[in-house]
């Protein structure tokens, strides 16, 4: 029987797919910022599946090194398909194997990506919705506050 770990040994985990566009990346840093600043003492890291880092695998190690023996793997991805059916599974259990042969016993748990939460799809139907309403066309284009990322 096993027992679920104290929270100072549960870290989380939010990955991203990646990418070399620092342009794409710059909005994920500032998404772990506000994140950050709304917790306690929750540790949270950010992690990407390709392209860019620290990779999942890193971080992994990282967190397994400092003593974390349960971590949280939250996709930022919209909805599940083949990397996370199949690509990070399997990195997973390749680094549950891996720490355990260094002598790190540690649970690696893959949640559902937050595009599947309904709260997201309501909030992106909301923003949709204002989009392209008429009144909406006519007073905006291009947001300044996002231009920065494009």
């Given amino acids: 029987m096993s027992t679920q ?9 939010l990955l991203a797919h990646g990418s070399t566009d620092q342009n794409w990346l710059a909005p994920f840093g500032d998404l772990i ?8 003492t929750e540790r949270v890291e950010l ?4 392209l860019a880092e620290p ?43 891996e720490l355990a ?4 016993t540690i649970t690696i748990d893959l949640h ?7 709260e997201v ?3 992106i139907s909301r923003i949709v919705i204002q989009k392209v309403s008429l009144e909406d066309r006519k007073s905006t284009r291009l947001n300044s506050s996002h231009s920065r990322y494009l």
């Fill in 5 to 13: 770990p104290s929270s100072s040994h549960t870290s989380t985990i």
């Fill in 33 to 40: 910022a506000n994140i950050r600043s709304g917790l306690n």
């Fill in 47 to 50: 992690a990407y599946m390709e």
């Fill in 55 to 97: 990779s999942l695998e890193q971080q992994v190690t990282l967190l397994a090194s400092e003593g974390y023996t349960h971590i949280d793997v939250l996709p930022l991805f919209f909805a599940a398909g083949r990397h996370l059916r199949r690509d990070v599974p399997k990195i997973i259990e390749t680094l549950q194997a």
């Fill in 101 to 104: 042969v260094q002598g790190h």
């Fill in 112 to 118: 559902p990506p937050v595009g599947l939460d309904p």
């Fill in 121 to 123: 799809a309501s909030a």
